[in-house]
């Protein structure tokens, strides 16, 4: 499954956004403040909505009305297109404040001309034999009452095979991740042990010690890459202590002493969590990567953004929102947007389909330096 257009309607800074022809690396430009956050809370929003309810979702934001835009009424919508399998399918989403109580108007998931959900206020319809409307015919459609109007149905209906498509998407919105690394929460030795690296990295050691055990290979490879990137880098490895804990001990080509995460330096720190992260055996099927290039050298940036891209194209798509022009100017046109805030809403441009901006691209200029020469609207300083 691979998500191709996103459109928002009064939700934040978006009072009416449309993004088109998502690749498989999306890397989203802009300066503080401008919405690059907020384009990734519609996954995290989504997700939340999806693994709780519409209510649980705006309340972890403040409510419906902080999270509508401002100066705005009527229904926060969201529209996501993708591709599932050989099929161009869109979800479709609004939602409501009634007599102060959140419910879902409408909620649709659109495969070709068929209406796989159709449901308004906590009832509708659902098509459960897609293979019926895969060889031109009509599916059976099956009348369903949700609990309560705040509940998608794609919560309920996406945990049953027979409405594929539906599952298809639920797993998408429950399994995406967002990194926003902390340095400081990595260094410490948390307990948790989950089999995926979490947002802030503070189980690092424990996924790193999963991959160790598990996937021997896959970690020499990222101590292999490490090696190439980090001048001095000779070895890393997680080893349980007396207590049952689990610490990294680094080594240093010059020395024999091995010593511990509190003590390797925040970028070396930082690319071992990145690729722990971008070589994880069960991938996320969209990783969203908040300004990659903090703590690391700007030399290391070109190399991040390859690895992003690997990624990218073998195991689910990659967002990353940076303002970092060393980053950027590792990209193509078509994986770059740059946000622009004005009048206090935020509007999304494509890289590749500015004629000035491919031209200049094209005779040699990297992307990053057409940032801060302002040749993007809302670029950096000259």
Partial sequence: MKLQRIRI??????????IQNLPNLCVFLGANGSGKSSLFDIFGFLSDAVKYDVSTALGRRGGFTE?????????????????????????????????????????????????????RNGRGTAISDEEECEVGKLGKTEEQILDAPDIPALKGLGQFRRFRTAASLRKLLENWHISDFDIHEARMTSARVEKHLTLEGDNLAYFAHHIYQSHRETFNEILGK??????????????????????????????????????????????????????????????????????????????????????????????????????????????????????????????????????LYKAGDPLGYLWSQRYMKGGGPR
Wanted: charge should be negative; glycine fraction near 4%.
């Fill in 226 to 359: 490490m090696r190439k990137r980090i001048p001095g880098f000779s070895h890393a490895e997680p080893v349980e202590i007396v207590d049952g804990r689990v610490i990294l001990q680094f080594r240093d080509g010059r020395f024999n002493t091995p010593f511990t995460a509190r003590h390797v330096s925040d970028g070396t720190l930082k690319l071992f969590a990145y690729l722990l992260l971008l070589h994880d055996p069960k991938p996320h099927p969209l990783l969203c990567i908040e300004e990659p290039e903090n703590y690391l050298h700007p030399d290391l940036l070109p190399e991040l953004a390859e690895e992003f891209r690997e990624h990218a194209d073998r195991d689910g798509q990659v967002f990353v929102s940076t303002h970092s022009p060393e980053f950027v100017n590792a990209l193509k046109p078509e994986e770059l947007f740059w946000l622009t805030k004005e009048e206090g809403f935020t509007s999304v441009s494509h890289a590749k389909d500015d004629p000035v901006i491919k031209s």
């Fill in 67 to 119: 999270i509508i835009s401002r100066e705005q009424t009527g229904d926060i919508e969201f529209e996501i297109g993708f591709r599932n399998l050989a099929a161009d399918v869109t979800y479709a989403l609004s939602i409501a404040l009634d007599d102060n109580h959140p419910l879902i108007r409408k909620e649709m998931l659109l495969s070709g001309e068929y209406e796989l959900l159709n449901f």
């Fill in 9 to 18: 309607k009064r939700f934040k800074v978006f009072k009416n956004t449309e």
